[in-house]
């Protein structure tokens, strides 16, 4: 039987060999030795995931590529779009499945989706709008690769609803009588603003005798 280890007086402790069977000795304390019949090395003690962190920390971790995580896309949504790219957009694809399907092209641009917002309020259609971003979500949910997708889909979904709202407040009619425009414009004392007048109360006294009549 041979020793291993530099500790020769210290009390030693019997080793066999997993790979030849040959018996070594090795200091008492020491978490490792070296079969000389194979060299195969073998780690004992209760330190052995101790001992095996701090190799993986000392000489594997530095070597290893340090590797920045992943963009998240919608980082893109949460700043404004240039507005140059929107309306070269817009000018390109005039007609909207024509738009929506370079969207979906490039979906992860935030500049694609404001030019279709904004062909969407221009044409009055963002009901249509906000079926084709539900449709798109419906499918982008389940694949787990682009599930980044649906949450754009939401998040537009949530400024589509904000824009109509919005928009409620502007189309709500206004029925009580007023002036057009350009009547207010004109000085008092010029010849038009008096005709102007002059036609505007005729037009109302015929509108008075008329509910008159029907009473």
């Known amino acids: 039987m ?3 280890g530099i500790h ?3 009390p030693r402790k019997e080793i066999t060999c997993s790979d030849c069977g040959h018996v070594y000795l090795i200091a008492q304390g020491q978490r490792s030795g070296a079969c000389r019949k194979c060299g195969n090395v073998a780690f004992i003690g209760e330190n052995i995931e101790a ?3 701090e190799i993986v920390a000392k000489r594997i971790l530095p070597r290893l590529p340090v590797r920045a995580p992943p963009p ?3 980082d893109a949504f949460r ?3 240039d507005g140059a790219a929107v309306e070269k957009i817009r000018i390109q694809y005039q007609v909207e499945w024509q738009l929506w ?3 979906v092209k490039n979906f992860g641009d935030p500049a694609h989706h404001m030019a279709y917002l904004c062909q969407a309020i221009a044409s009055d259609k963002l009901e249509q709008a906000a079926e084709r971003y539900r449709e798109h979500r419906s499918v982008m949910a389940i694949l787990s690769d682009s599930q980044w997708q649906a949450e754009a889909a939401d998040l537009m979904l949530a400024r589509i609803e904000a824009i109509s709202i919005s928009r409620m407040a502007n189309q709500r009619g206004n029925h009580e009588f007023d002036i057009p425009g350009f009547l207010k414009l004109l000085p008092y004392d010029s010849r038009l603003a008096k005709v102007a007048w002059i036609g505007i109360g005729v037009a109302f006294g015929a509108r008075l005798l008329h509910f008159s009549s029907l009473f």
Request: proline letters at 11%; hydrophobic letters at 35%.
């Open 101 to 103: 399907a370079a969207l």
């Open 72 to 74: 998240n896309p919608l």
């Open 8 to 10: 020769t007086s210290a």
């Open 2 to 4: 041979e020793t291993h």
């Open 51 to 53: 001992l095996s962190g």
């Open 79 to 81: 700043g404004t779009p």
